[in-house]
């Protein structure tokens, strides 16, 4: 049977709205073209993230029945502590409300400035943490994740040769901790291999630096593992997870991703003098240890999702539900990052656009165009979001990439839902003529792209 099916049937259905091509452009238009500042009802397939935007399974609601909000020693803690010692095998588990808590309180007592935290990519979150403590985060991605229409498996390495000059440079004193993003989320989400987390492993043993995993979609890294990593096809995506965890000290955890959870996250370690301090700033910002901000059903919903998160059957679902889009969109000659990641297609919208003028914002463009076509919202991540101030005068620096995502929500649109997106994508892109750049009308000097009011050119 060629054919992969959703694994599951279902039983509660969320209404969405059809719109009218005139009351789009009304909602546009007020939102200052910018499509975070839509109403999400006024949004048909909404693509904007895959961040607790999962739909939760029968056994997760049931979890959420059985919550227990006691304020110490809940029974829910003890369950979730359960699944995560259980799947990463570290010796203590923090609860917090998402991943920017557990980056925040991590990166709060071991960064101090001077310092240098290097990653294969850092998530947005993550830099922005380290940096408000005065340290550097520093990429070090591998040479063929900074190519984006070239084939190849593992394009979210770590560059380990790289890594290991600059703790040779900087030394223990200087580099806290090393990190690991699975998947490289920044770079595409593009999967890391268990071959370059060994290496990275043995590196960082070299010079005695722990070794953290962002480990926000753990479950999808292993799964493109098992696909795509000699050796590894006869294991099941819990024996590699396990075995990518078995090479860290810690890890930070956005459950609000392969936690399948609409909030949440959690903090590792090894260490129980740190695990001491963490707990400690914990209860002065988050909550007592054993909730970390969280609802007793919000730790139920989240041990679930820990482990349906590794069913194979949901894993080759999802997978192939992305290849699909990314593939025929490639196929039919719309510019896409290739391979398609794990949560995510990525459209080269400067490719799409080609005589859009880069300080004409040609991703925004396009994100709008699908909003006006067809009510799909996507995501931006060009040069709106990252261009800088030209230090010269005149155009701004563009960002490297003008790229549209399209996240996919884990469980939540069909393959009809696919199938309309791909449409649409293909009706705008035999359009694309007639689209126009956009100018930033108004903005603010940080993470202006939240916020900004945007006036089409014409
Ligand atoms: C989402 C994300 C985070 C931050 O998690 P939040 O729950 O949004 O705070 C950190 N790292 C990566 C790779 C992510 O995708």
């Not at 493109?224 to 590894?232: A, L, N």
């Not at 005589?355 to 991703?363: A, I, K, L, T």
């Amino acid at each position: 049977m060629a054919t992969i099916i959703e694994p599951f049937k279902i039983k509660v259905v969320e209404p969405i709205k059809m719109t009218t091509r005139a009351e789009r452009e009304a909602a546009v238009r007020a939102a200052g073209f910018n499509l975070f500042k839509l109403r999400a009802e006024d949004v048909l397939i909404d693509l904007l993230t895959d961040s607790g935007t999962s739909a939760m399974s029968t056994h997760q609601w049931a979890g959420v029945m059985e919550g227990d909000d006691s304020y110490a020693g809940s029974r829910s803690w003890y369950r979730f502590e359960k699944v995560v010692k259980d799947l990463t095998g570290l010796r203590h588990v923090i609860p917090t409300h998402q991943g920017r808590a557990a980056e925040r309180i991590l990166f709060g007592i071991l960064c101090k400035p001077g310092m240098t935290v290097p990653s294969n990519t850092h998530f947005d979150t993550t830099r922005a943490n380290i940096e408000v403590t005065g340290a550097e985060a520093l990429d070090l991605p591998c040479a063929e994740g900074k190519q984006p229409g070239l084939l190849a498996p593992f394009k979210g390495n770590m560059d380990v040769d790289a890594l290991r000059k600059v703790l040779a440079e900087r030394g223990r004193a200087r580099v806290p901790l090393v990190m690991m993003t699975v998947t490289n989320n920044t770079g595409g989400g593009q999967p890391v291999s268990l071959a370059n987390l060994r290496a990275a492993r043995a590196v960082c043993d070299e010079f005695g630096v722990p070794f953290y995993l962002d480990a926000c979609r753990f479950a999808e890294n292993a799964w493109f593992i098992k696909q795509r990593e000699p050796g590894q096809a006869g294991r099941t995506p819990t024996e590699i997870a396990k075995e990518m965890f078995s090479l860290v000290d810690g890890c930070t955890m956005s459950a609000k991703k392969d936690g399948l959870s609409n909030i949440g996250g959690f903090l590792c370690t090894n260490d129980d003098a740190l695990a001491q301090q963490e707990k400690n700033l914990l209860i002065l910002t988050e909550g007592f240890p054993t909730y970390g901000g969280l609802a007793g059903r919000d730790l139920e919903a989240t041990a679930v999702g820990l482990e349906e998160v590794l069913h194979e059957d949901y894993l080759a679902y999802r997978q192939a539900s992305i290849a699909y889009l990314a593939d025929r969109l490639d196929r039919a000659g719309v510019p896409v990052v290739r391979p398609p990641g794990g949560h995510a297609v990525f459209l080269d919208a400067a490719a799409f656009l080609p005589h859009v003028p880069r300080h004409e914002y040609p991703g925004q463009s396009l994100a709008v165009a699908l909003y006006l076509h067809a009510g799909i919202r996507s995501c931006e991540i060009g040069s709106v979001m990252f261009g800088k101030p030209n230090p010269a005068g005149g155009p701004e620096v563009p960002s490297r990439l003008e790229l549209v995502r399209l996240a996919i929500p884990r469980r939540v649109y069909t393959q009809s839902h696919i199938d309309y997106v791909l449409e649409s994508v293909l009706e705008v892109h035999a359009q694309r003529a007639s689209l126009r750049g956009v100018r930033i009308a108004e903005a603010s000097p940080h993470l202006r792209h939240f916020t900004a009011r945007f006036e089409p050119l014409t």
